[in-house]
């Protein structure tokens, strides 16, 4: 019971230090010291304290997306095992909701957007649910491999670290589906270099360019969110490369911690290495990412 | 116990009546919808009796049609069947009442009426008859009213055309039913459902493929759908949500009766059925998603869900061929549970179409928005009705999808070959049908009912009167109910699988029990209301702690901003449609550019044709219509011409006789 409560605490509380993690890394390569690693929580304290606008051409709707996607986000955190430790909710098939989940935020995050009757929140949720219609096989098709290489349906198992990275016969597909799981997580929480999530007025947005008329707490809740997203499909990536346990639960909690925050690490680089892509290579790279897994899948038919 | 006959009895009875009355459309309306309610609510008992295997009853009564016999009989098929039939009808008479009422001055309600109870009636009686005869009639009856029932507003070109190409479908779907039908009396010599024999493998083949052919035109099965999104939208909307929701459905039930038949199945049927059924879900959402119609859109996604059906009973009866029982089990659950949703889901989201074209005047896309605010009940059943037919937890579609996959992923892991092949690509395509769903209804959903309306008439919409919502908040409450209970009732399908296939559910039940996931899935939806409520409150609570302000949309400091500066449907879908589409599936669009020195009003214009129609049957009947050509010189169009034709045709009847009998005394 103690490690379901571990779960939900490390899940509310660890996600937003990621993107500190990430800003203290962008900072550090453009030569600057960058702001605080706590930045991002003393952000979200003071969003929830501010007030609202509301415009007066929006709904209920509007003000369900925010919502929608946090808890959303949070059942589908409880569905992946962080560490070695098991997820708190794990059955066969657990795997479908898992991406349904994240289908269903989508969904009234885009209708919110919709309901500003704004034409840039307009593009913005145009291009999201367009670009899922190639990230979401993507992600299907490294689950399967995961599925054929653990003989289970449930992320538990799956990403349970009974197949580790670099040995095998199952090495090269494995490796195929950390580059797909990377290319989704990148362009699912909108990084660079499919998307930025620190400009707000440039038209190559695709996430943030929705989330325009959200202020105050629904904001916050936005923010929180996204992070939380991030660190969820980080833990995913993270387990599929680095499948370590520790003998200790305690330690194994904090190996888990020490590897999201490597993984922020990575991504702060690749973010400070690139530039971001012109919009039109967006869903070529999820077409790769695509065959990537489903080479994945066929490498281990036989 | 005879309350199925009630039932039929009540209908035609309403029916006759509805138009005895047509001169007054208020006595017409609550004859025709009344008697509708009653016949639905009595038929309904007997079907849920059917279903739960509880009363097998039947009823034969001589019939002076040549080969025909009154003979009805209701087991666990029918019932699954009966049950939205009766259930839906009903519900759709009551918003049809109201809904109708819109055109009494310029219509007389009676006749409409009239075919509608008819319709139900004949609905009923195919999923009850038991003899090939008595099921045609009942056949063309369901046809005929259904066209007639389209072609309300016959003064309209379109609503004609949409009619016409509908009667040319079904018949020629019929003519394939009568082949099989006599194929599976030859043997027998009799035309009685309970003495039709099991026919050789060869024999079964043709009976399968004439079956599928036939019933596939009903269902909308691709490519033999092109009928359906020209129907559809022409119909009045509570006919074509049960013609969604429950006609194309009884193609289904056509074919699952003639399986009955054909005994254990041949190991290609489900391979084939598992094809069609990507076929049709692919093409199906991929049209969906670029309609301007909004009802047309929502033929288009019936097309996709009947093809994510007859894929999931592929699945099954590849499991079953293929001896993976859980495969088979997930198959067949997911097949059947998906029937009974997409009744519900489809007819709620054809009924909210119907109020927001009641209440805003059109159904056009481009000129709808804004309505969520201006009907708040209509607008909150219909996002709830997409969110599920978007299969999205936690409402019943997710469920139903959730079951497909899991048949998918089980024989992808399980299967040898190619069939773990085709499995495995398959949960790539089933993961784009899904998408591709949730575009084309966030498109709807966005479109129509949120932002700011596109129209004077949209601006001036008005919330729908209560019997029309009634039954929009009665449909969302079970879209919700099926998900939080999806084990009651796939336990309740345990008999009509084993009826149609021979085949128990236990395996499942064994592999429900070992991750108990049919049970686990419900708790989830459950714990999905429980946290969105909790996230809500405590959303509420911050934005109250910290004041509310209203304002218009922020347009990134552009100050006036406008109702048509909004995302269009069409520029919703723009992306998906003219850049990751094939070539031959884009929209087809006509500039005309302007070539004047000063600027003038150019115009452009896009269509969407069926590709499958354009390719395939526009040719096709076009090539048939030049060689039809040739035979015009037999219409003279001189009465003297046809006296001719009728003396040859008599004078050859009698030379037959006369060398019928030579050579029978010969």
């Known amino acids: ?302 | 116990m005879n309350m199925i006959l009630i039932a039929l009895v009540t209908l035609f009875c309403g029916g006759v009546l509805a138009l005895v009355f047509n001169r007054s459309s208020r006595w017409a309306t609550i004859l025709g919808a009344g008697s509708a309610v009653v016949g639905c609510l009595v038929g309904l008992w007997p079907a849920f009796q059917g279903l739960l295997g509880g009363g097998v009853y039947s009823f034969r009564m001589p019939w002076a049609v040549p080969g025909g016999e009154f003979y009805i009989r209701l087991d666990a098929l029918s019932g699954f069947f009966l049950i939205p039939v009766f259930g839906l009808s009903a519900l759709a008479s009551v918003f049809g009442g109201n809904y109708l009422l819109a055109y009494r001055d310029r219509k007389r309600l009676g006749a409409s009426w009239f075919f509608f109870n008819f319709f139900v009636a004949s609905m009923a009686l195919v999923v009850v008859a038991r003899q090939a005869v008595l099921f045609m009639v009942a056949w063309e009856i369901m046809s005929l009213a259904a066209f007639f029932l389209v072609t309300f507003e016959h003064e309209k070109k379109d609503v004609r055309v949409a009619g016409w190409i509908y009667l040319i479908a079904s018949h020629l779907g019929a003519a394939f039913l009568l082949a099989m039908f006599l194929l599976l009396g030859r043997a027998s010599g009799s035309l009685d459902f309970d003495t039709f024999p099991v026919p050789g493998s060869i024999a079964g083949a043709v009976i399968f493929l004439l079956a599928l052919i036939g019933f596939g035109t009903k269902a909308g099965l691709v490519p033999l759908h092109v009928w359906l999104p020209e129907a559809h939208p022409a119909a009045p909307s509570h006919v074509s949500a049960l013609m969604s929701g429950v006609m194309i459905k009884l193609g289904l039930y056509g074919l699952l009766r003639v399986l009955i038949f054909l005994g254990p199945p041949a190991a290609w049927w489900g391979p084939m059925l598992v094809v069609i059924g990507f076929s049709g879900a692919v093409l199906g959402i991929s049209f969906a998603l670029c309609q301007r119609d909004l009802k047309r859109a929502l033929a288009y996604s019936s097309i996709e869900n009947m093809g994510l059906i007859v894929l999931a009973l592929g699945l099954g009866i590849w499991g079953l061929t293929g001896h993976h029982p859980i495969v088979a089990a997930l198959g067949f659950s997911g097949a059947f549970l998906h029937i009974w949703n997409h009744s519900l889901m489809k007819s709620l989201m054809f009924l909210g179409a119907g109020s927001v074209m009641h209440g805003a005047g059109g159904r056009d896309m481009e000129r709808l928005g804004g309505l969520m605010k201006r009907m708040p009940h209509t607008g909150g059943a219909i996002v709830l009705g997409a969110v599920a037919i978007s299969a999205l937890p936690p409402l019943n579609g997710f469920v139903s999808e959730w079951l497909i996959y899991m048949a998918l992923l089980y024989g992808g892991l399980e299967f040898s070959g190619g069939g773990s092949v085709v499995m495995l690509l398959g949960v790539g395509v089933l993961a784009l049908v899904g998408a591709m769903a949730l575009l084309c209804f966030v498109r709807w959903v966005g479109i129509v009912l949120l932002g700011e309306p596109r129209s004077e008439e949209a601006r001036h919409a008005h919330e729908s009167s209560r019997w029309m919502t009634l039954p929009l908040a009665v449909l969302a409450g079970l879209c919700v109910l099926t998900a939080l209970f999806p084990g009651v009732l796939v336990t309740s399908f345990a008999g009509v699988i084993n009826e149609v296939f021979g085949f128990s559910l236990e395996p499942l039940q064994q592999a429900m029990t070992d991750s108990s996931a049919l049970t686990v899935l419900s708790g989830v939806n459950a714990v999905i209301w429980a946290l969105l409520g909790l996230v809500a409150l405590f959303s509420i609570r911050a934005r109250r702690r910290g004041g509310v302000a209203e304002d218009s949309t922020w347009s990134c400091g552009y100050l006036a901003p406008l109702s048509s500066m909004q995302y269009t449907g069409q520029s919703f879908s723009e992306m998906m449609v003219s850049r990751l589409f094939l070539r031959s599936f884009r929209p087809k669009m006509r500039v005309v550019a302007t070539q004047a020195v000063f600027p003038v009003a150019g115009k452009m214009t896009t269509s969407y044709p069926d590709t499958v129609s354009r390719v395939v049957y526009q040719p096709m009947f076009t090539w048939l219509a030049g060689h039809f050509a040739r035979m015009r010189w037999l219409q003279q169009g001189k009465i003297q011409f046809y006296m001719l034709y009728f003396v040859v045709v008599l004078l050859f009847a009698f030379a037959w006789q006369v060398v019928r009998h030579w050579l029978h005394y010969e």
């Open chain 1, 1 to 302: 019971m103690s490690q379901v409560f571990m779960h939900i605490f490390i899940l509310l509380l660890v996600p937003p230090l990621l993107l500190g993690v990430i800003g203290k890394t962008k900072a550090l390569f453009g030569g600057r010291k960058g702001p605080p690693l706590l930045q991002p929580y003393y952000d979200l304290i003071r969003l929830f304290q501010k007030g609202t606008v509301f415009s007066t051409t929006t709904t209920w709707v509007f003000r369900a997306g925010p919502v929608v996607g946090l808890a959303t986000t949070l059942l589908a955190g409880m569905l992946i095992p962080f560490g070695g430790h098991g997820a708190p909710v794990s059955f066969a098939g657990d795997m479908i909701l898992f991406a349904y989940l994240f289908a269903l935020g989508r969904f009234f995050t885009a209708s919110a957007a919709l309901d500003t009757g704004s034409a840039f929140e307009g593009m913005g949720a145009a291009r999201e649910v367009t670009f899922s219609c190639l990230a979401e096989p993507a992600l299907f098709f490294c689950f399967l491999v995961l599925a054929k290489l653990s003989a289970s349906l449930s992320l538990t198992t799956m990403l349970s670290g009974t197949c580790p990275l670099g040995t095998g016969v199952e090495a090269p597909a494995l490796v195929l589906v950390a580059a797909s799981l990377f290319v989704i997580l990148l362009v699912e929480n909108s990084r660079i270099p499919f998307d930025d999530p620190n400009t707000h007025l440039e038209l190559t947005m695709i996430h943030e360019v929705m989330v325009l008329d959200h202020s105050g707490p629904a904001l916050g809740l936005i923010q929180y969110g996204a992070a939380m997203k991030l660190f969820v499909m980080g833990s995913v990536l993270l387990r599929v490369v680095a499948p370590f346990a520790a003998p200790s639960a305690w330690a194994d909690w904090g190996l888990f911690i020490l590897g999201m925050l490597a993984l922020a690490v990575v991504i702060g680089v690749v973010e400070s290495a690139m530039a971001r892509f012109r919009m039109v290579f967006v869903p070529t790279f999820l077409v790769a990412a695509c065959l990537l897994s489903a080479f994945g899948v066929i490498l281990l038919l036989r």
